[in-house]
């Protein structure tokens, strides 16, 4: 297969060397050996999340763990703040589950603001929020600073967060933000193969799953914290030690390059791509409210963003159409994980060349 250069939002490239450890030999799931391992990806997610909350990983992509979290969190009625096709997602597990859930969905490009938070937590109707920290379909990053403001003020509101493509590309401090529940996924910042959920789990969570009768099985999620306690990091089905192994490895790689230098890698990428396209097309989403990862640029020029991939593969890259009802009205330049400032500008130079931007957009 050919290899191909991965500006989309996922999944992103994966550093050869971490992929060789998806190789490792296996070990029993219930051996000591095991426990070792998660003990050791546990103690360096905390580290990265910033949490003293429980760790506990799904074999699952992201939706199986957001999916877990709403049945198991709601007693009374959940609140959906979406701002595109993911925080949808969050009303469509609730809908999907038996959950009472209502949402609040703003027009593309713009984000949920704390105010808007505010308004609906102060009827007394919700025991749930749901927020989408980082909206790939739009490229958008939430102010979730702001908004864990308001949601502090109703200590009964259990505040879960999907951060799927924003953990380990933009500082989240899980526990100085309230955040009860905060999800992410393999495949995003984190560069490894798609396959494996993570979430942190605050004490309130864990109080909330008391509380609910029908959490499931395979996404019971005081079952899964159950194990992580009394089973000595155990897991109640079987989970990919492959991905144990690789995520180890990498989290090994994320602590040496240094938190705050991988943050800044991130926010260097995205300035860059904020500017390029701006120059030459526009960025779709709100002002100051852009993406770390992923920029979404409004297609000003009517491109033909097929055409354009279609060029790009034979330089060996690829970017994203847009989303849903935004494709071909839009398209997407991620810039997380593994890349770099030269792939930004390989990308964007190749880009230039393909469509002869001369001159800046008007």
């Not at 709403?70 to 609730?94: C, E, M, P, Q, Y």
């Not at 979730?144 to 590309?169: E, H, M, N, Q, T």
Request: proline share 3%; charged share 25%.
């Amino acid at each position: 297969m050919e290899f191909k250069k991965l500006f989309i939002p996922g999944p992103t490239m994966v550093h050869p060397d971490v992929l060789a450890k998806m190789s490792t030999p296996m070990i029993g799931h219930r051996s000591k050996d095991a426990s070792e391992l998660q003990h050791r990806i546990s103690d360096k997610l905390r580290d990265l999340m910033y949490t003293t909350g429980k760790i506990v990983l799904s074999t699952s992509s992201g939706t199986g763990v957001m999916e877990g979290a709403i049945r198991n969190a709601t007693a009374k009625r959940a609140i959906v703040f979406s701002i595109g096709a993911f925080g949808d997602r969050w009303h469509d597990l609730a809908k999907f589950n038996g959950i009472e859930s209502d949402i609040h969905r703003e027009e593309d490009g713009q984000p949920t603001m704390p105010e808007t938070v505010d308004k609906y937590l102060k009827t007394g109707k919700y025991d749930v929020v749901t927020i989408t920290h980082n909206e790939t379909s739009v490229g958008i990053m939430n102010p979730i600073d702001g908004i864990a403001d308001v949601i502090r003020k109703y200590p009964d509101v259990v505040f879960l967060a999907d951060c799927v493509s924003s953990l380990a590309g933009t500082k989240i401090e899980v526990d100085r933000l309230g955040i009860d529940i905060c999800i992410t996924s393999s495949q995003k910042a984190l560069a490894l193969p798609p396959g494996l959920a993570i979430a942190s789990i605050s004490k309130k969570a864990e109080e909330r799953f008391e509380k609910v009768g029908n959490r499931g099985y395979y996404l019971d999620l005081k079952n899964l914290v159950k194990y992580v306690d009394k089973k000595d990091y155990q897991y109640s089905s079987t989970p990919s030690l492959s991905h144990m192994y690789a995520l180890d490895f990498q989290l090994d790689r994320i602590v040496k390059e240094g938190f705050e230098n991988r943050f800044l890698r991130h926010l260097e990428m995205a300035e860059f791509m904020i500017e390029w396209a701006n120059k030459h097309f526009r960025v779709f989403c709100r002002p100051g409210f852009e993406s770390m990862t992923v920029t979404c640029i409004d297609n000003t020029r009517n491109i033909n963003v097929g055409d354009l991939n279609k060029e790009l593969a034979k330089r060996g890259m690829q970017i994203s159409n847009g989303y849903g009802n935004l494709k071909d009205k839009t398209f997407r330049i991620a810039h997380m994980g593994e890349l770099m400032m030269a792939d930004m500008v390989e990308v964007t130079s190749a880009i230039e060349e393909i469509l002869n931007l001369k001159e800046v957009h008007a």
